[in-house]
């Protein structure tokens, strides 16, 4: 009973040994899983860090973004005023100036009438004229015709007067 009892023991024995070394196994697997935390915890600690910078540099560029829209949108703001001043502007000239130019155009087609009417006038008188120009040549003809005949008829001296008659 006393062999079972000491082989009970050293069974009992080597067991807590295993359990020491198994422990102390443990432990150290436990340690280097804390380093390996530790470790992981700084380096996180490190890229939180980086990425809080990062992000207040992503939140004043954003702000510089916002403030370059704002300015941008200001300046389209003000060239489209300024665009749609000036078109109105530039319509009003238009307006005008077809205004002026449908006067102009009147006016070309009252002169264009006036130059028609006078050219039908002109065509009247020059017809006129030239019967009245016929009826002289005509008139100028029988004149000179009779001037003719009183020469022949009549002799002057060279004081225009009649020196002498001739009937025949």
């Not at 009892?5 to 070394?21: D, F, I, T, V, Y």
């Not at 996180?44 to 939140?59: C, D, R, V």
């Not at 264009?112 to 009247?124: A, D, F, G, P, R």
């Amino acid at each position: 009973m006393l062999i079972k009892h000491g082989n009970s023991c050293l069974k009992h024995s080597s067991r807590q040994k295993s359990h020491e070394e198994q422990a102390g196994r443990i432990k150290a697997s436990a340690s280097e899983q804390e380093n390996l935390w530790v470790d992981k915890n700084e380096k996180l600690k490190a890229e939180l860090a980086n990425t809080e910078i990062a992000n207040q540099e992503l939140k004043e560029w954003v702000e510089t973004l916002k403030k370059s829209n704002e300015d941008i949108q200001h300046g389209v703001r003000k060239l489209s005023k300024e665009a749609t001043d000036k078109n109105d502007e530039l319509l009003g000239q238009l307006e005008r100036s077809m205004s002026e130019c449908d006067a102009l155009e009147n006016s070309f087609k009252s002169l264009n009438k006036t130059l028609e009417t006078s050219e039908k006038q002109w065509k009247v008188k020059e017809s006129s004229y030239v019967t009245e120009v016929e009826k002289l040549n005509t008139k100028s003809s029988a004149f000179a015709g009779t001037v003719e005949r009183c020469q022949r008829r009549f002799r002057f001296s060279s004081k225009g007067e009649i020196s002498s008659f001739n009937y025949f």
